[in-house]
């Protein structure tokens, strides 16, 4: 079930960093969603390398083709096959690193699950992977949002190494404002800071990690399902499964851990016409189900394991050697990864969604 | 797909809080693994309510019995029936919450998702649900110990509101030393403090939460699907699908968004027969896939959303009322939480295995 | 998978005929159905051993408890836990059959495939195995009923051996028609000549086979999934999934080979507020969804393998024996099998169904 | 679900019939197996229309080009991404069919379901839809030829209307033999009478249909799961979700029930270092497991829906029609239809080894 994701609204994708192409099938997507290649682009571009000097120099438009699933503009029902070729292939460029398995990288993982290793490029662990995530996601979002009037996801860097972006207003943020600066987050003066501390470590030849930020407003009550599919199930599955990240956390997370009950409960109150709570420190989700409140979920992201720095380690053989790599990589992934962030949540939201219509007549 | 989870080794579960059982059905447990209702129920009982002071005094047994799949001791290959009782059952218990949903259960979210409410005990949300989990899990561990010598799954208490227990050693930690104390920390000075903050807010009626951390030693390297399956993806999915967590992290987690690529990186070496990591940031895995070193994850629990002391919340219609909740109820669940999330793992793990089976011939 | 069926409404079948208890868990069922034991009995009383001259003399009363997923006579949303308790156990009965496979039964393909055999009485290939099914279709088809006014799925036997029940109008087909008879075929005067032929088989220690017709009313168009998941693509799963099954026919059949396409063809015609068709070569489906006409299909039973006639065959060494089956046995299974054909349509027109539902809204 | 197909082995098809591009994605296969685009082609090749006078006019090379999950020549064990462009568009050619649904075909239901129609050309239900499917199955046969040496599946032409193909020895058959005539039928005589009666058709604007047999010879015991995923049932699936099939049969299918369980059991005898059957009458399966005989079974295809001559019919509104198909359409699909049959064979049983695999170790 490796490479296909969700249960009515689901996808599955393909592609190799260095093949002929990478895509996706997007399978259950409702019929008349008005739908073309304009709709998916923007979040490709989003996540495309080369787009600033914080990110790996590759260069790749990344244009989707949508090969079925539409007709005049709107879809059928049926499923929507989507390619985006690979144009700035370079096999040759990773050579070494046949004989040595990157450290906390894929490499050596791969040869003891396949017997085999992508002779370049990483194959499948590559990030390119996740461009058929992304035009999915950016279907999902878009009937979401003919679904949900004044439904909106948008995901923000809000922490680069030790610089924390400071906790922003779900109000007001969108996806425009992230975009004011390179490295996405919507605070200006944060901002200056991780772009700095990106361009120190790239020129030091080393990497950064960070947090992403998710909030998803709009959503109707009764969304994900009890016991094993619990909504912020899906969103850790999903987003734990995007490279790179380490953690996930709703809500009060990790810090909520330190609240008494009494401090952590989320009193309810009225809200127009539906009960909403005075606080939200369950992050939308009470039981597994959201509650109608902003889903506010965080996502850590490791340093970039591939770097040009000197590292001492072993080949195959357990012969040590010291490993500099030379492929064209980014020193900090986080602001290509908002996104991809936003484009697992809109799959899992969809999915949910769905799930829950049958349920709602 | 709510109330199933695996691919090859898969549990489905079923029970509200007040009927007349809880269990589940395991499908795909291999054939011929010497199997008795001995071999679960001590995971069980560790789950139970009613063994201490620190947790509910709902007093139940929680005696298994196999209604399946085996015969003369040894799993047939078939699908095995598991059920437990419910003995202590007092629906009148939670009368006034028909109306007043609690402030961060799952009370109101389940009425929009269904349009009803079990009239008592929370329903599916409760933890006894979590009873077919803990059976299936113990199933799933004794294969899994069968098929790799030496595998072990340890979970322990590792902070109970801001008292963390200090980094433990994965050699030498078992449950007997966890166990050695109620609250399930295994640093004794640790559990002493816990034990008596436990005490305090219970004495309060008020509740505590924290982190689970739990160390998986002994497995082969190979395991976890690329992409959405990867083997973090799926023990996100699980421990967060365990009632009442809000984070999920793996090696470094979120901290080691503060170091750098050149820190961060877990150099190879060689270790016997296989390649190792001087350093295990990775937690064991890479690239989705298990590298042969402990897989160690931690996990947020917040406090009991259930608590005696008086709450200001408003009713169903949006009326204004103070909430008191008389029910039997922990203060604090991490303890019993060991099991249930060393049962996931087992889940997640034995599936992951299966999976692999068919690669490795 | 081997022991779930459904995507939406989905159920898990446990159970060996000689162990403890066997049922099923239902997941999916929408909640606020009326539901209590009443509701599923008289289906399984329909199919339970011992009920007439035809049948075999284990006897068992198959009473179904619900464990889990109503309150107050109403499904919860959650999964439904249906249990029956196995009372007339013989283990001892098929003793000889440890060392001798019987002929076209599932003891030497069982051990093939596991390595083991449940000591006695069949294990999993047992016709207990139905029960569990016949408890979820029960359910299932409450719910259609529920959904689609004057829904109606009625099975009969429509051959025994090489007697044929002349063609039956849809219309006023009902189950009481059906049960005038203990061999289940409508037509009083093929009923008689089918009850002759099998007390003549049963006397000679013979068995044998025929065909099950089911008709089902009511449907609306739209049901069924395009490519994989056609709707006549699953019933033909969920039939030849019935044990002794060995051939599916939907509509015209292997007989609609012998027409030409301008035989074949069914016209449209205006009928009432929809489109419906003059013939029905179609039984109901064009294109693998449903077009509003009456969902017809047969299913082909072989004769049943375990006969008191003697067999020359040999045992697992290759040795020459002769084989005399000494346990209960049914001489044929088709008067028993027409509820389980009906639990397993109800269950499939259930599920797609289902998965309609969130594109008709 | 509607467009993957598999557990392990599992394939997901996209593509209308007039849109860009068809294809898969084909998830699970082993690593390491050979595998280009030259082990693919043949089977398409075969299924193309315009291979002779008997098949539609439209002409397409129908070139597969693999996108991703393979380097040098050999399979990553990551997802195989398939694509055949669609040359020969041609959008006008139904245009009066977008107000008056051919009979029997799937124009009404698709409206029905989705609340729209491709504008032309069938959209999904199109035969083009097998072109994945078909490649699929070809690197499904492939991988189980590695697997099981000596393994053939051939399928053939066994009836058009009513001239039958005399029984064929399984021994002898091959692909060759059966492609010696158009009609694929390896009996010459009986060739030569289909031939001329499809020409007599298609000359009267007419259609016939017929039925195909198919034969797996060299497979292990032990395929298959009980219960819900019999081998049975899952080749039933497969088959009734080719376009235009009535029926499936397996073993003697309808017309053993005629017989008596004396005459229908299969005796065991040793074969070498197995125990086989005398007779072949389970079809290769005994309680939906394969037992090492040959599995054979036989589907009904019914005259294709779309034919030249004056129908009788309704529009969308109910007014009378009168129709006559102005496309390129075949007199009869059965001669195409032997490769598919075999593909979906071929995923079967691969999926089912796959999920065996780990067993059997």
């Not at 912020?232 to 990790?254: D, V």
């Not at 597994?288 to 996502?299: A, T, Y």
């Amino acid at each position: 079930m490796s490479s296909t994701f969700g249960t009515l609204f689901r996808v599955t994708t393909f592609g190799e960093s260095h093949g002929k192409a990478v895509g996706a099938i997007v399978d259950g997507c409702p019929a008349n969603l008005e739908l073309t290649e304009a709709d998916i682009q923007p979040q490709l571009t989003r996540r495309r390398p080369g787009q600033s000097a914080l990110t790996t120099p590759r260069d790749e438009a990344d244009a989707v083709t949508i090969l079925s699933g539409t007709e005049n503009g709107k879809t059928l029902g049926t499923p929507i096959g989507l390619s985006v070729n690979n144009k700035d292939q370079r096999p040759g460029d990773y050579g070494e690193m046949d004989v040595v398995p990157r450290p906390s990288h894929a490499d050596y993982t791969y040869l003891m699950k396949y017997g085999n290793k992508a002779s370049s490029g990483g194959g499948r662990s590559s990030a390119r992977e996740t461009i058929g995530r992304v035009a999915a996601g950016a279907i999902a979002e878009k009937w979401l949002k003919s679904r949900f009037g004044g439904l909106s996801i948008v995901a923000y860097v809000s922490s680069v190494n030790t610089i924390e972006c400071p906790p922003m207003e779900a109000e007001g943020l969108t996806r425009e404002l992230v975009d004011a600066t390179p490295v996405r987050c919507p605070d200006a003066d944060t901002a200056a800071k991780m772009i700095a501390a990106i361009e120190e470590a790239r020129d030091a030849k080393d990497s950064l990690g960070g947090t992403v930020t998710c909030i998803c407003r709009g959503l109707p009550a009764g969304l994900g399902e009890p016991v094993f599919d619990k909504l912020e199930a899906k969103l850790a599955h999903a987003m734990l499964s995007i490279p790179a990240t380490k953690g996930f956390e709703i809500g009060s997370g990790f810090a909520g851990t330190h609240l008494r009950g009494s401090q952590h409960n989320d009193a309810f109150v009225q809200k127009g016409d539906r009960l909403g709570t005075t606080t939200n420190y369950s992050g939308g989700v009470q039981g597994g189900i959201s509650n109608g409140e902003p889903v506010v979920f965080r996502i850590a992201i490791k340093p970039v394991a591939t770097i040009g720095l000197a590292q001492e380690t072993v080949d195959l053989d357990g012969k040590a050697v010291t490993l500099e790599a030379k492929g064209r990589h980014d020193p900090c992934v986080l602001p290509r990864a908002v996104p991809i962030v936003e484009a697992m949540a809109a799959l899992v939201l969809a999915d949910a969604a769905l799930q829950q219509e049958y349920r709602i007549r």
